[in-house]
């Protein structure tokens, strides 16, 4: 009997739902995904690694019946796994550093979450070690004053070992002196290109042998689990990471990351059809930031910048970097709804809103004087483009404790109506604070 279920074996109404970022990243995917995760069975990771960083606040039930305010910090594992009942999956196009899998594992583990059972991944993943850490750093000194401002998390050399065939994918751990051979020759290669670095090769060659062991209970070959999982009508919830303006294709290269973070991710990092896709959420901050290098045409490198900056305490979950900010950009998420091809967006921060007398929007970029059409792919261009704004008026109230949309002031209505019809994409899910009840469903 065949153990794969036949290709028309799902219902053709059991889509699979897409929470991804519209923007720079750090739009709040995190809590969206938990949000959804409670009508979910599977929380799905398909792309990026632990470069990406989910914060997520819950209040958690407590031993003594009392519930307590608990933040969860996600970079590798799906943050659907804060719902008891949600099994974790990581895909083939995921990038996974074995000791960091453990150690978020543990944490969640410590902080109350039993994950027995309920986390996978696939075997056809690509495995990121330390040396590909080592490496990401030394790339980025290496292109001095035009780095891009990575995580160092060694997610672009471990693509690239992918890319040029030598990476080494979970199931090759399981032939440990074949592994061995390929691991030691992948290292010397980076010396080659690198010069010397301090690296225990015999060492993590022992280290990784310890791992297989321990992840035993969490592989599964990943197209017969997602297939499977279709076929008998499992809801599935794929959390994007990153961004689109971060992919690796249609992000303002090169300062993007090394993945497919669009919609396309999905499909290839899941091996799933296109058909199988249903809602796709972009998440949208209400206004713009980014953190590493790269343009970012509506920037504010003043007082409101930095008012974003302190108020939305823009801080990178990974790196702890300070985040850029700037106005909301609707000709990035005109560009990002037509490659994502959204259902329906979630706006979230609009609560840091909350204290300004005006709120700028751009709708076009001009060059030389002439609008542009598109979104440059040339950064040159980008770099030199104006920004046309519209101004709208701010609400100078707290919108933090409302909780349905008519309770919500009427120039922070408009502000949402106005961003939705220039985007052409309903704006379903308001973000006004970061618990996860302070969400206005529309
Ligand atoms: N005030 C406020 N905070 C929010 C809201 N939604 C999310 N947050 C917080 O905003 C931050 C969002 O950043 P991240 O958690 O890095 O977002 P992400 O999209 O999951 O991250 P990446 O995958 O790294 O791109 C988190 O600290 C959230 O707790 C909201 O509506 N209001
Ligand atoms: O992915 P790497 O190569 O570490 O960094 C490239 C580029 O992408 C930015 N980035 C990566 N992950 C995230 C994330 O989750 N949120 C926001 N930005 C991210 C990184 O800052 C670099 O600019
Ligand atoms: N993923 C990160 C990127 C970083 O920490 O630099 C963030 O949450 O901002
Ligand atoms: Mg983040």
Request: hydrophobic fraction near 40%; charged fraction near 25%; aromatic fraction near 8%.
């Amino acid at each position: 009997m065949a153990t794969l279920p036949a290709a028309n074996a799902a219902s053709p109404e059991n889509k699979v739902r897409v929470v991804i970022g519209a923007q720079w990243g750090d739009e709040g995917k995190g809590k969206l995904a938990d949000i959804l995760a409670a009508d979910s069975d599977i929380c799905a990771r398909c792309a990026g690694g632990n470069n990406a960083g989910h914060t997520i606040v819950v209040d958690m039930p407590q031993p003594n019946g009392e519930k307590k305010k608990t933040m969860f910090d996600f970079h590798l594992l799906p943050s659907g796994l804060v719902n008891p009942k949600c099994v974790g999956f990581i895909g083939a196009g995921v990038v996974v550093h074995l000791p960091s899998f453990f150690a978020e594992l543990d944490t969640l583990q410590k902080k109350g979450l039993d994950c027995d059972g309920r986390l996978f991944v696939s075997d056809r993943a690509h495995l990121v070690f330390d040396f590909h850490q080592v490496v990401d750093g030394l790339k980025e000194v290496e292109l001095g004053g035009s780095s891009i401002g990575t995580t160092k998390k060694g997610i672009g050399p471990a693509y690239s070992s992918k890319a040029s065939r030598s990476g080494l994918r979970i199931h090759h751990l399981y032939d440990i002196d074949a592994f061995a051979i390929k691991f030691r020759k992948l290292v010397e290669g980076r010396f080659k290109r690198y010069g010397h670095f301090e690296y225990d090769t015999e060492g993590e060659i022992a280290r990784y042998k310890a791992f297989a062991e321990k992840l035993k209970p969490h592989i599964v070959d990943g197209i017969t689990f997602i297939h499977k999982a279709l076929a008998s009508n499992k809801r599935i919830l794929v959390e994007g990471a990153n961004a689109l303006m971060l992919d690796l294709d249609y992000g303002t290269y090169p300062f993007v990351t090394s993945s497919s973070t669009s919609i396309g991710g999905v499909c290839t990092g899941l091996g799933i059809p296109p058909r199988c896709i249903g809602e796709t959420i972009g998440v949208v901050k209400a206004y713009t930031t980014r953190v590493g290098a790269g343009p970012f045409p509506t920037e504010q490198l003043n007082n409101i910048g930095k008012h974003l900056q302190e108020v939305g305490r823009e801080f990178g979950v990974t790196t702890g970097r300070r985040r850029r900010c700037g106005w909301l950009d609707l000709v990035v998420l005109r560009y990002s709804a037509l490659i994502n091809g959204y259902t329906a967006l979630n706006l979230t921060k609009l609560d840091i809103l909350d204290d300004l007398e005006e709120l700028m929007v751009a709708v076009g970029y001009e060059l030389d004087g002439k609008p542009l059409e598109n979104f440059p792919a040339d950064l040159d261009l980008l770099s030199r483009v104006s920004v046309r704004y519209v101004t709208l008026p701010g609400w100078k109230s707290s919108i933090i404790d409302v909780r349905k949309y008519e309770d919500l002031p009427e120039n922070c209505k408009r502000y949402i109506e106005f961003a939705e019809d220039f985007i052409g994409v309903r704006i379903r899910f308001i973000g006004v604070g970061p618990g996860r009840e302070a969400m206005i469903t529309r």
